[in-house]
């Protein structure tokens, strides 16, 4: 089950965090990943354990919120059968303490990001006979979390975007899904608790893994899992769904 043997899979913010994770497991499961991160030497590592394991892999330095860069990635793939669009930034603040270039930055990635990679790939996938696009979105989307403004109406933007898509390529073979973590404990967030509390990173850390109802914040392998499922043929029957993945936290948390 789940074998993605034959599959190209191109994955943005494959570097790090989720996005190393998906690319890990995609290419143990037999695809052939095309990492795509802005940090060069990141990805580059991401590819070299792939390879090391005895995968298949090449690595891609390229800013999402460039058209013209993700085009040209999506140019050298032979055949595009599944975009896991991980790539993201975050920010911290309220609408008053929300600047102009902090929205621009997030709107620029999160938002343009996503938009480009399915701009590039939805045309090869039309001519190929269909794919599999994931998008990564966030319990941000669904439900309001404090002093995340900027954040959270990405978030909403990637869902949107991922029904309209859903919708107008259901007949050309195409499925497209999100996903909505909560917390996931990724070097972001180690950075995140160093820079804003030092001195304090174990306490705020174990403060933020009990806002999920489960008790800790998810692994970036758990999350690799569902996308690994809704990638696959099992998951053929799906398209048009979010998947909160997170401990609890929407449902639970009362």
Avoid at 21 to 48: I, M, W, Y
Avoid at 149 to 171: E, P
């Amino acid at each position: 089950m789940f074998s993605l043997k034959e599959k190209n899979a191109v994955i943005t913010g494959a570097g790090s965090g989720i996005g190393k994770a998906v690319a890990l497991l995609l290419a143990k499961q037999g695809a052939r990943v095309f990492a795509v991160d802005l940090n060069e030497e990141q990805s580059l590592a991401t590819v070299k354990e792939i390879e090391a394991a005895g995968g298949k892999a090449s690595a891609h330095a390229v800013d999402v919120s460039h058209q013209a860069a993700v085009q040209q990635v999506f140019a050298v793939v032979p055949k595009v059968d599944i975009v896991v669009n991980s790539a993201g930034v975050s920010h911290v603040g309220t609408v008053e303490t929300t600047q102009e270039t902090d929205f621009d930055r997030l709107y620029n990635v999160n938002v343009k990001g996503v938009y480009n990679s399915l701009f590039a790939a939805i045309p090869l996938m039309k001519k190929s006979g269909g794919g599999v696009i994931v998008n990564m979105s966030s319990i941000a989307a669904l439900v309001g979390i404090p002093d995340r403004f900027a954040y959270s109406m990405t978030k909403g933007a990637v869902m949107a975007m991922t029904l309209s898509v859903a919708k107008d390529y259901i007949q050309h073979g195409i499925r497209c899904n999100c996903i909505s973590p909560a917390r996931v404990h990724t070097p972001f967030v180690d950075g995140f608790l160093k820079k804003n509390y030092p001195g304090k990173e174990q306490e705020m850390f174990d403060k933020l893994s009990k806002t999920q109802p489960i008790g800790r914040m998810a692994k970036p392998e758990e999350i690799a899992g569902l996308i690994l499922y809704l990638c696959s043929d099992e998951a053929s029957f799906i398209t048009g769904c979010d998947y909160p993945i997170d401990g609890g936290f929407v449902k639970l948390n009362n």
